[in-house]
């Protein structure tokens, strides 16, 4: 049953001052929770690492998996149930979760918000799942919540996010919003000498809160002037006009959050409008687009952009060159692998973690386990959870190129502390 | 009018069977999850006798349904959604006491069209009110200029487009995209708990049978049979000196009142409220369901709100990635082999041979819609 005060942010975790305090020397605590234990299910009674009635039997533990496979999410969310399939996989293959095979009962949320709710409430009460690997948009995680909130269920979330949130039965593997934002700002303030900024977004939260912080940072600690801010409607794809502002504003930077189907015509269109990208003036900074989007866009049109994300394909730690090659294995050779792809890939790896840290599947057990949580083989490297339920990750900054991948130019020298209700942001 | 005329027997039975099925057979049979699904689905069967009356009836076609559905849906949604955001529950907000999405949005005080929301009574009104009103604008402006047909369709299926946007464009006002989600109590009472979805399910049953009534009483009287005669002959009836534009708007109003009263049922079963029932894909659903039933008899449009969502979710749980091809299959076979859908498989198929196999004297049980010429 939902706790209310557990709602409530931890305020001690995130006071203004220790926003982006970093995590000293982590990287030297790596790997070794995550070798292969044989853990044998003998070890583990059914009846003592499962009290709440959940789907784990003698040799088995089933988890549900919840994304859209239909509709107008389908295209991005697939590359999420591929990833967490090749995790589940891959943790059976090592002998799967104190000594049981994981299965898992697929859902499709079809696109459609109410469908997300129906089933989360399916895979709960029903099923009994033991955790849940889902969701993408905003608006289904906002569907589901109070039903896993109700029903005392665990969702891994994999999508980069607005922040703003904190729910005792969500993990967020993907990056909150400032994360994403605050260090790639710092970068091409840095680096690159920006002075003026022009904000633009698709018309929805995502992009509206981002837009705010990001307007924040650049006026209250970069020093630096935004000179426009402007959003269209999701699947707008006439930006004509606002490319004719931006050429009278010059600005330095152009900082795109552009969703889903707008992103092709708007790169095309800053291409076509004379705008060349690789010539840098202006700078395209975008944390919207992946190698899932530059398919779509086609890499000639954003080559010469700048992307901050977490994670990128071409990374080239020995973890990403080995996930990229089961990747491809499983799932075809023409695959790309993007941000969200691969925070979808630790979903399935820190619920092992956790549950072998509680010695028990029990949703509150796992739950109290989990903070602290550190994943040394995750491909975008070292990651940590935090008491926040947001993953410590670094930002990195990324080079298009034509061929649709990123040539990563700079990384946080250490792992970002994630701060979803940022003080001096709001 | 008398009443055996207003109920004659048939139909007696199909009321009876249907109170069975929704009273006592489904609570019967399912577990609290299910039971819980099968109001959902019933929610649409308030819009899909809705269109009954109007496409069936009175061959107005409606692909807007949704917006009336989404209307009443809203209407409930902001209720509960104040009564949820007490200031104790939105302490971490900027401006705590307003709901979250206005504080994410950098609202600081709440909209004055909101502040109404705070009174239940106010709501139940504008559950049905707000659906009707905006039925009546667009039903002067459409019917009074004799727009209808295709060309009523299409406007109504651009309505659906236009609600849908500005909900998504006026997201500080609206929650977006995201709906108005995390509704918790109405009047202290935690509709979130598996005995307040039993309740409500009842609740939804009851007034699913208050508007079968109201509209079983429409097709019984003068009206309905107007209704049907306007549908086959239009200008007969407008030369016989009735105003056929009001009948029209009257019959369009009544059917958003239905579609509001299934919007605001939907919301409290279901916790939330999103565009995405308000918008195109939505509205044709409806009409889908209404056709698989039969869109002659209210009855079958019950059957077909039912029949349609529960092959959708038990397709979708047993084939994530082909249940669309399978759903499709469906609505294909029921308009190739069964045009009039269920209720004509029940009417032309199975009634005559019952009444033939019960009794050779009595009146075979057809003739439910059938042309009144």
Known sequence: MTDESSKKPNQSQSTGMNRRAVLAGGTALTASLFMPKNLM??????????????????????????????GTMAISETGSVQAEKLAIDQINAQGGILGRKIEYIQEDGASDWPTFAEKAKKLLVNDKVASVMGCWTSASRKAVLPVFEQYNGFLYYPTFYEGLEQSPNVIYTGQEATQQIIAGLDWVSETKGAKTFYLLGSDYIWPRTSNKIARKHIENFLGAKVVGEEYYPLGHTQFNSVINKIRLKKPDVIYAIVVGGSNVAFYKQLKAAGIDMTKEDPIVLTISVTEDEIRGIGGENIEGAYACMKYFQS??????????????????????????????????????????????????????????????????????????????????????????????????AELVEPDPFPEGYQ | MKTNTLFPRADIIGFAVLAVVIFLLLPAVLDSFRLN?????????????GLALCWGAGGILSLGQGVFFGLGGYCMAMFLKLEASTPENTAIQSTPGIPDFMDWNQLTALPWWWEPFYSLPFTILAVVMVP???????????????????????????????????????????GGVNGITDLRTLWGWDIRTDEAKEILYYVNGVLLFAVLFAAQFVRKSKLGRLLIAMRDQEDRVRFSGYDVASFKIFIFCLGAAFAGIG????????????????GIVPSIEMVIFCAVGGRLSILGAVYGALVVNWAKTTFSESFPELWLLGLGGLFIAVVMLFPNGLAGIWSEQIAPRLTKLISKNTNPATGQGAPAE
């Open chain 1, 41 to 70: 299910a003998a070890d583990y009674p059914t009846a003592e690492v499962n009290t709440t009635g959940l789907a784990v039997t003698d040799d088995t533990v089933t988890i549900g998996i919840l994304h859209s496979i239909t």
């Open chain 2, 263 to 278: 919007g605001a049922m939907f919301t409290l079963q279901v916790g939330f409220m999103s565009p995405t029932l308000v």
């Open chain 1, 315 to 412: 990374l080239t730690n020995e973890n990403n060159m080995e996930f990229v090659k089961s990747f491809k294995e499983m799932w075809g050779d023409d695959m790309v692998i993007g941000d969200v792809t691969q925070a979808a890939y630790l979903g399935p790896w820190l619920w092992k973690a956790a549950v072998e840290k509680a010695g028990s599947f029990d949703v509150d057990k796992v739950r109290a386990a989990t903070p602290g949580i550190e994943l040394g083989t995750a491909p975008e490297g070292y990651v940590k959870v935090h008491d926040n339920h947001h993953l410590w990750s670094k930002t990195r900054v990324g080079l298009a190129k034509a061929d649709g991948q990123y040539d990563v130019v700079y990384e946080t």
């Open chain 2, 132 to 174: 009707v009103v905006f039925a009546f604008v667009i039903g002067v402006a459409m019917f009074k200029r004799r727009v209808g047909g295709v060309y009523f369709a299409i406007i109504t299926q651009a309505f659906a487009a236009i609600l849908t946007i500005l909900i998504i464009g006026q997201q500080g006002f609206t």
């Open chain 2, 37 to 49: 699904l099968f109001g959902k689905y019933l929610t649409y069967a308030f819009v899909a006798v």
